[in-house]
């Protein structure tokens, strides 16, 4: 395994920026998916409000 | 972590115990082989695309393949291998093997006893059967031998647990000043909250379930039985998916190139795991009557906040990736990508079920939210979601990393990489089908559980596309998978079949950036976390099940009279409840 | 402990994102009024569901001027009664129990949904609105014949809906 | 090549649920695509894909994983 590195990178010089990047797009995602699901698929369905009790 | 003292493969090393962990592994592929073409035989049914047996029957085919499935494929397959994290990571050998094979064979015993129950449902001939799915819902009965058969098996993994127990506090006292090594503290961790939440359903079928299936006890209270279930029935689902995490944190880096970014907030992980796994289980309920909305928004509020470990997982794992790919060379914010060993199936099957779980994490973000539940609850989309959990993230790393245990255990070299790397991307690509038309086939309202969702006189009103397309979508991820399965069982047989080698790497895991010299040392202290999780289960559950049976008996309405103290605890706790959940109101 | 900043921030976020999601489950809850299905209603004795009076002759019936109640018996394999017709903008409480194991009552492709267990009364409340038919299933699993376990849900305009003679 | 013959595999494999997921966020949209347009489109895309892989890379960057193994 160690014959494939090229150099060795250690704690202090590592920023995961890439990951970071792939992190934040997952971040994005989520929120809007979330939102998207609780406003439109859920409060827009039929028979929304359940349970209040007149 | 000095492993270089004592090179060779797990083989060479540990031979009784590999020999204990193979044992396990091949069970686990029995079941993992049976089970999928369960699984493929239910999609066909359901779909009407192929129905052998009558729709009376679906339903031992049902829990067949989830017995087998998320019980016996995936608990064979993680004492394995949390046996071979304890092992390696404390460089000596378990105890008293005699014990071990004890423990596996409790486990086995119980599977065939259970097994036995389950298929007899197929037979009229035999007077047997255990039709009642993997969540036992009583006033469903089974046969006895189903209960008494889980009930071994859950007993034999207590004592699976309690060897790498004994492992540990014979390490600990020949190296007292020394931190528990990572995988270790893993195993041990996962191994405490194992035993707090299968209290559940231990209770549940001893105390209950068995007399009353034997005939012993006249009824049992169905809304009881089912909490106690569900106390266990979320923790078991970590069970299974701790392993995966654990082989994510130590073995994915060492496969990247690289090392795991940090080991004291891996610490943190699963401690917290420990501490939350439990006191969530209610979430299950959501949609029960009988269960107060405060406690139902208490457990959602827990179960929230068991998304951080997995989130700060998704970090620390694609970090310690990106760690591997820079030291090989790779560049750039996603040009890393490339430098990742994809030609491996090891690493390509555990990358790509982590993926997955990323997708499944969002569909399990909505199945934690509390009212939202009356969206989903029992539809399709719950399906969808643990195919991508217990179905991906779990089974997919577990056929993965085989690809890197099976010569480690055997001194036998994989039989072909390439038919490796294939079976983990039809995987992928089954799954993807799959679960996507099973998500969406949910949101219109599909149900889960039947063998027939088809009605007459009303159409699911499908947004995108049609029913149609989407069972079709569902019948090719399926058999995808079927022969994803296939595949990975032929690699196993064939690699078991080759000739030992002697060009194996060692046995070994993943360095660390950051050690466990960073991580304070009140982390180790597992006494301590029990003991907040043994609280915070209590502070859960108490209440819940106090006035579960408060208000219906011990052995549910029509059954005995509730204890005088329960009905004065029931009425305290509720008075607090209600005033915290008016403030919030 | 060294945290790395990336990591400090990521932490932040998530929790951001745990946060928000509990705040719109509590809007749901304060802000739309959606409850969830609870222990308000007094428990039945499931074998004597014949003695309950209500439970024994189930049905709509008219409670307010534009309010129904709705009783329903689940059981192995069948909704009684299995359609249910209701008038369109009306308040509608269903309340199911089960006489045998435990089921569910769901309106499909709606939100109204709840588990039937034995013993409890599962009670929900929606709105009606648009006249129209859904499908009432059973989506808990309840038996070898839990698949032909369905029913309909009749949504008919104001004018043209009747209550149904008692028997 | 820009990227290992596996490395390809993959790529091609995680267009799948990329494409299906579009898919789906499309028709929320607005946009519907029919079975026989969505496979056009995952073909155009893996044609794009395999364009850019076996394109020269115009950086002229070394690369070392891949399919020597």
Not at chain 3, 135 to 150: K, P, Q, R
Request: aromatic share 12%.
């Amino acid at each position: 395994m160690s014959s494939k590195l090229q150099r060795e990178i250690g704690h202090d010089e590592f920023d995961p920026k890439g990951t970071l990047a792939l992190i934040t797009i997952y971040f994005v995602i989520i929120s809007v998916l979330w939102i998207f699901m609780y406003f439109v698929e859920f409060l827009g369905n039929d028979l929304t409000v359940v349970g209040a009790i007149a | 972590m000095s492993l270089g003292a004592n090179s060779g493969t797990y083989l060479d090393q540990f031979p009784g115990e590999a020999k204990v962990i193979r044992t396990a592994f091949y069970s686990s592929f029995i079941a993992l082989g049976i089970g999928a073409l369960m699984g493929l035989l239910q999609v066909f049914h359901r779909l009407d695309i192929l129905r052998l047996i009558p729709s009376e029957d679906y339903y031992s085919y049902l829990t067949l393949h989830a017995v087998l499935l998320v019980l016996t494929f995936s608990i064979f397959f993680l004492v394995g291998v949390f046996t071979w994290a304890v092992t390696t990571s404390l460089d000596r050998g378990l105890e008293d093997l005699r014990y071990t094979w004890g423990w596996y064979g409790l486990m086995a015993v119980g599977t065939l006893m259970a097994g036995v129950a389950i298929i007899g449902g197929f037979f009229d001939s035999i007077p047997m059967s255990a039709a009642v799915l993997y969540t036992f819902y009583a006033p469903l009965q089974a046969h006895p031998l189903f209960y008494l058969g889980l009930a071994l098996f859950i007993v034999g993994s207590w004592l699976a647990g309690l060897d790498w127990f004994r492992s540990w506090w014979a390490w600990r006292s020949e190296n007292p000043d020394e931190r528990i090594p990572l995988p270790t503290f893993m195993a041990l961790t996962t191994t405490l909250f194992w035993i707090i939440s299968s209290m559940g359903v231990a209770i549940s079928v001893v105390v209950f379930l068995l007399p009353w299936s034997l005939g012993l006890i006249g009824q049992v209270d169905a809304l009881l039985t089912r909490t106690l279930f569900w106390f266990f029935g979320h923790a078991v689902v970590y069970f299974w998916l701790m392993p995966a995490y654990m082989l994510w944190y130590v073995m994915l880096p060492k496969i990247s190139g690289g090392k795991l970014f940090s080991d004291p907030l891996a610490r943190v992980v699963f401690v917290l795991f420990l501490i939350l796994s439990t006191p969530t289980g209610i979430h299950h309920q959501y949609l029960d009557p009988g269960i107060a909305e405060g406690f139902k928004f208490i457990v959602m509020v827990n179960t929230m906040f068991l998304l951080l470990p997995s989130l700060l997982t998704a970090f620390t794992v694609v970090a310690s990736m990106e760690h591997g790919a820079r030291q090989r060379g790779g560049t750039g914010y996603f040009g890393w990508l490339r430098a990742l060993p994809w030609r491996d199936p090891v690493f390509a099957g555990m990358a790509l079920a982590g993926l997955m779980f990323a997708a499944a994490g969002f569909s399990g973000m909505i199945n934690a939210g509390m009212n939202i539940n009356y969206l989903v609850h029992n539809t399709w989309w719950i399906v969808g979601h643990f195919h991508l959990t217990i179905g991906t993230a779990v089974a997919l790393t577990f056929m993965a990393t085989t690809y890197w245990f099976l010569p480690q255990l055997t001194n036998k070299e994989i039989w072909s990489k390439s038919v490796g790397l294939a079976q983990v991307l039809l995987w992928f690509v089954g799954m993807t089908l799959m679960s996507n038309a099973m998500h969406r086939s949910g949101l219109v309202g599909v149900p889960r559980r039947t063998a027939e969702p088809q009605y007459s006189g009303f159409d699911y009103e499908v947004a995108a596309g049609s029913m149609a397309e989407l069972n079709m979508q569902v019948a090719i991820g399926g058999t995808l998978l079927f022969i994803s399965t296939l595949l990975f069982l032929t690699v196993v047989v064939m690699t078991v079949w080759g000739s030992k080698v002697d060009t194996l790497p060692a046995n070994g895991y993943a360095e660390t950036l950051s050690g466990p010299e960073d991580a304070p040392l009140v982390l180790d202290n597992l006494k301590l976390w029990t003991a907040i999780a043994v609280v915070l289960v209590v502070l859960a559950y108490a209440l819940p099940l106090a006035s579960i049976i408060g208000r219906r008996g011990l052995f549910g309405p029509g059954g005995s009279p509730s204890p005088q103290f329960i009905d004065t605890l029931v009425f305290t706790g509720q008075a607090i409840v209600d005033s915290a959940v008016g403030v919030i109101r | 402990m060294k945290i790395h900043t990336y990591e400090k921030f990521w932490l932040a976020a998530s929790m951001l994102l745990i946060v928000g999601f509990i705040l719109t489950i509590t809007y749901g809850t304060v802000g739309i009024g959606i409850a969830m299905v609870d222990d308000s209603a007094d428990t039945v004795d499931p074998d004597n569901l014949g003695d309950h009076p209500k439970f024994s002759d189930p049905g709509v019936e008219q409670v307010g001027e534009n309010e129904y109640d709705v009783y329903v018996r689940a059981l192995q394999f069948a909704f009684i009664p299995g359609d249910v017709e209701v008038p369109a903008n009306s308040t509608v409480t269903f309340h199911v129990t089960s006489s045998d194991v435990i089921h569910s009552y769901s309106v499909v492709g709606t939100n109204a949904n709840t588990m039937v267990i034995p013993g409890e009364v599962a009670t929900i409340t929606v709105e009606t609105e648009e006249p129209g038919e859904h499908g009432i299933i059973c989506t808990e699993y309840c038996g070898s014949g839990h698949h032909n376990m369905a029913g309909k849900l009749i949504i008919v305009p104001e004018d043209e809906f009747e209550l149904e003679e008692e028997q | 090549m820009r990227i290992s013959r596996a490395g390809l595999l993959v790529a091609i494999a995680v267009l799948v649920p990329i494409v299906v997921e579009l898919r789906t966020v499309l028709v929320h949209l607005g946009v519907e695509m029919s079975v026989t347009e969505t496979g056009l489109l995952a073909a155009a895309m893996v044609g794009v894909l395999l364009a850019w892989a076996v394109a020269p890379d115009v950086r002229g960057r070394k690369r070392s994983n891949g399919e020597s193994e």
